[in-house]
């Protein structure tokens, strides 16, 4: 039986505050690049999404290598997406007695890592006393 290894990793960021917009437009650059590129690109570009998206690679190569024992030169961004969260709403007062909503938008970063040396088939012996994976 071939069984295909694993060799996706995330890491997940909920609740940064900022719009998703202004997070996508630094994700859309990062998508599909190497892991040492994407961290030159994010500590170049001017945009204060750099930051926190910069910690997200950095904790999602953490996690390749000590779950996969992944080397760093060897790592892709497979997926990058950003979703909308929640919207914190506060009222500021204004003249007359009136007031106004101010919003505080949230975004939950996803990124994927994919580490490109681990992408093959391995033969899964299931009669094996032990059922330890062969490679063949």
Same mark, same amino acid.
């Given at each position: 039986?071939?069984?295909?290894?694993?060799?996706? &990793?995330?890491? %997940?960021?909920?609740?940064?505050? $900022?719009?998703?917009? !202004?997070?996508?437009?630094?994700?859309?650059? @990062?998508? +599909?690049?190497?892991?040492?590129?994407? /961290? $030159?690109?994010?500590? %170049? $570009? =001017?945009?204060?999404?750099?930051? =926190?998206?910069?910690?997200? &690679?950095?904790?999602?190569?953490?996690?390749?290598?000590?779950? $996969? +024992?992944?080397?760093?030169?060897? /790592?892709?961004?497979?997926?990058?997406?950003?979703?909308?969260?929640?919207?914190?709403? !506060?009222? *500021? =007062?204004?003249?007359? +007695?009136?007031?106004?909503? @101010?919003?505080? =938008?949230?975004?939950?970063?996803?990124? &994927?890592?994919?580490?490109?040396? %681990?992408?093959?088939? @391995?033969?899964?012996?299931?009669?094996?006393?032990?059922? &330890?994976?062969?490679? *063949?």
């Amino acid at each position: 039986m071939l069984k295909k290894r694993k060799t996706e &990793v995330y890491a %997940l960021g909920q609740h940064i505050s $900022m719009s998703a917009h !202004k997070a996508r437009r630094v994700i859309d650059q @990062i998508r +599909g690049r190497s892991y040492e590129e994407t /961290l $030159m690109i994010l500590e %170049l $570009m =001017p945009y204060r999404a750099c930051y =926190p998206i910069f910690k997200l &690679v950095y904790s999602a190569a953490a996690n390749a290598s000590y779950n $996969m +024992g992944s080397n760093e030169t060897n /790592l892709i961004i497979s997926k990058a997406e950003v979703n909308e969260g929640t919207t914190a709403k !506060k009222l *500021k =007062p204004r003249a007359r +007695g009136r007031n106004y909503l @101010i919003k505080r =938008p949230t975004c939950h970063i996803t990124i &994927v890592v994919k580490d490109i040396s %681990l992408d093959e088939y @391995i033969d899964y012996d299931i009669y094996s006393s032990e059922g &330890v994976w062969d490679k *063949k």
